[in-house]
């Protein structure tokens, strides 16, 4: 019997994988968080969808409230996890949403278990791998996060990933951030910056994709830009594409009402029932 609610506990992988699981409907909403926040980052999704679609999200391996062990992070055991997640809950296919490392996991998983997807939202994310210097700059994160916490990582953090609007007017959701990232151990966020710079580029994908699929992206995002976010658009068939005004890389957060309304549309337009 399927259990519905908030915060669940269910045992997938050797981990505990907690979810809130909302609405009704034959195919789920699963949306999976970006690095480093967890599922209460999709909470304006949450609460407007499970008025009319069954709405699912979790947290990653490690991060909120669900458990990690020992096995090195990479983008290819987070997908092991949503599909073992998926299997656990009986659930067949899915419209799947990742927002930026959320993405990553989308692409890697599409790949290995293409049968899995009904139709893709790909948000404020990139198919390309970290280029060397990037993956430097991860590595001098770690190591500065090693030798004095979290502190300073995060504060740089919350500059790049609002737009200066959201940073001036949205000072409620910025603190809620802040406290997301500080509430996360110091050894989730190092492992998983590793697992960042060791993914692998997916954009051979893009061209193989045949099932609905909707992009969005903030305007503003100088993490995962714009001109990546077009680049899916344009080499994914018959891509719906949407970038929202002032929203940096948290669009989901900055500009919740236009982001519900992009996804309310996209999976209306759909046949399924
Ligand atoms: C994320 O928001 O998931 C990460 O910032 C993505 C990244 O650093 O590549």
């Known amino acids: 019997m399927r259990t519905t609610g908030n915060d669940i506990e269910i045992k997938v992988n050797g981990i505990t994988i907690c979810y809130d699981d909302l609405g009704e409907g034959s195919i789920p909403i699963v949306f999976i968080h970006g690095f480093p926040f967890d599922k209460s980052m999709w909470q304006p999704q949450m609460d ?33 996890d949503l599909i073992k997640f998926m299997d656990a809950l009986f659930i067949n296919k899915a419209i799947i949403c990742g927002l930026s490392m959320g993405g990553y996991i989308l692409l890697n998983t599409l790949d290995r278990y293409p049968n899995r997807f009904e139709a893709i939202i790909l948000s404020d994310t990139q198919c390309i791998a970290d280029t060397s ?49 500080l509430s996360t151990s110091s050894e989730i966020i190092t492992g998983t910056l590793n697992a960042l710079a060791k993914r692998h580029e997916m954009c051979f994908l893009l061209r193989e ?5 909707l992009v969005l992206c903030g305007k503003e995002d100088i993490i995962t830009p714009l001109i990546q976010s077009e680049f899916l658009h344009n080499n994914i068939r018959n891509s719906i594409f949407h970038s929202l005004d002032a929203a940096g890389h948290l669009s989901n957060l900055e500009q919740a009402d236009e982001f519900n309304i992009h996804i309310y549309n996209f999976i209306s337009s759909l046949s399924i029932e």
């Not at 699912?56 to 990479?74: C, H, L, M, P, V």
């Not at 200066?164 to 949205?170: A, V």
């Not at 994709?209 to 699929?213: A, F, V």
């Open 133 to 181: 210097e990037a993956k430097e700059k991860r590595k001098k994160t770690i190591k500065q996060i090693e030798a004095e916490g979290l502190n300073n990582f995060t504060e740089l953090f919350i500059q790049n990933i609002f737009c200066k609007e959201s940073l001036n007017d949205k000072k409620v959701l910025v603190e809620k951030i802040k406290k997301i990232i």
């Open 48 to 80: 407007f969808l499970k008025k009319t679609n069954r709405v699912i999200a979790y947290d990653i391996r490690g991060f909120g409230k669900s458990t990690a062990d020992n096995e090195e992070a990479s983008m290819g055991l987070f997908g092991d």
């Open 209 to 213: 994709i045949s099932i609905p699929t």
